[in-house]
């Protein structure tokens, strides 16, 4: 996997423009900065915006990469929260935050999703207690199952970022990709057909939003969020549409999978057979990697599927955490779904 490490005077450049940007804005979330990170992104050092421009526009790569050694205060970004609800530490991991934003907006354009972390655009990854047991990326004891990020939806990243602030017992995130040899020309053509069915993942569920957002929805201010969680629960009753698992070259095809959230086709034993031999093939190819503080962990979503080791959380201010990031390369796609043409939130 290539890997940019940033030299002194990267981080340098970097601090000073970082710098600039928290002296107009205090939150990531603010549609204005939003719209002008692009517009900063070009300031980041060259070597950065060419790395990364090489990872967006070539596919010779395995699909990862990592920019590494933003330095991290751990005292400084405080303890690890105990729920993203109250993005608690906003203002305290301020600067790495908007890096997260300037290198995606060097893929395309971040989004989020309002059926997601309360329609945050940049979402905390860490254990929460209640979710212990949780197939979410706030799980902790199960295997985090691997999947491309938001498989069973149509307006789903092309990129996710992931940023890592503490990982002190260095669990592993875990990368897979396919060779498509370990396939044959019968079974590539199935898995190019819409046979398969993927539910929306836990993290998209009613159940999961936050009750400060669930109170807002209940005095009427959440009309369209409504109906998005209507959405949800049509495709969690897996009444939506069928997709391949497989699109793009049938030579290097991309990826589109969460068998964890996918039903067996009881109907389809060739589709079945097919199914079974690239979640193996994926399988076979799954490799460890272990994020350090200050590491920027971009991630094709189209071409390789990532998920987690469990671990054993201690809820104790130290535990493992993350930030994540959605790119996409064509906002317009997702007009329909998206209440203006500038908003970022998926409806
Ligand atoms: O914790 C990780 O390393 C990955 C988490 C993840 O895949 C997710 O939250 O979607
Ligand atoms: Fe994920």
Not at 48 to 53: A, K, M, S, V
Not at 75 to 101: N, R
Not at 114 to 134: A, L
Not at 299 to 313: Q, T
Request: proline share 4%.
């Amino acid at each position: 996997m290539s890997k940019l490490v940033l030299s002194h005077q990267e981080i340098s450049d970097i601090q000073s423009l970082l710098k600039d940007i928290i002296s107009r804005y205090n939150s990531v979330e603010n549609p204005d900065f939003i719209k002008e990170s692009c517009l900063y992104a070009q300031e980041l050092p060259w070597r950065i915006r060419e790395f990364i421009n090489d990872f967006r526009l070539t596919e010779d790569n395995l699909g990862t990469c990592i920019i590494s050694g933003y330095p991290i205060d751990d005292s400084k970004i405080g303890l690890t929260p105990s729920h993203w609800k109250w993005k608690a530490d906003a203002l305290h991991t301020l600067e790495e935050q908007i890096l997260l934003v300037l290198y995606g907006s060097l893929l395309g354009e971040v989004f989020g999703w309002s059926t997601q972390q309360d329609g945050y655009i940049v979402h905390d990854i860490f254990p929460i207690k209640s979710h212990e047991d949780e197939q979410l990326g706030s799980g902790s004891a199960q295997t985090l199952w691997w999947h491309n990020e938001d498989a069973f939806h149509p307006y789903r990243a092309d990129y996710v970022i992931f940023l890592c602030l503490r990982n002190p017992d260095e669990i592993a995130t875990t990368i897979g990709n396919l060779n498509v040899e370990e396939l044959n020309q019968e079974q590539i053509q199935v898995l190019f057909e819409p046979y398969f069915y993927i539910r929306p993942d836990e993290s998209h569920l009613e159940k999961n939003e936050s009750e400060i957002r669930r109170q807002s929805r209940e005095n009427n201010e959440g009309h369209l969020i409504n109906l998005a969680y209507e959405k949800i629960n049509k495709m969690n009753s897996s009444s939506g549409d069928k997709i391949s698992v497989l699109f793009g070259s049938p030579q290097s095809p991309y990826l589109r999978l969460d068998p964890y959230f996918m039903d067996q086709l009881k109907d389809n034993k060739e589709a079945q057979i097919a199914f079974h031999t690239l979640v193996r093939a994926i399988d076979a190819n799954i490799e460890p990697i272990v994020l350090q503080p200050g590491d920027y962990c971009l991630i094709d979503n189209y071409r390789v599927v990532h998920g987690r080791n469990p671990f054993k959380a201690n809820y104790d201010g130290k535990d493992r955490w993350l930030k994540r990031v959605n790119i996409t390369k064509d906002l317009r796609k997702s007009r329909d779904s998206r209440a203006t043409s500038t908003s970022r939130i998926i409806l």
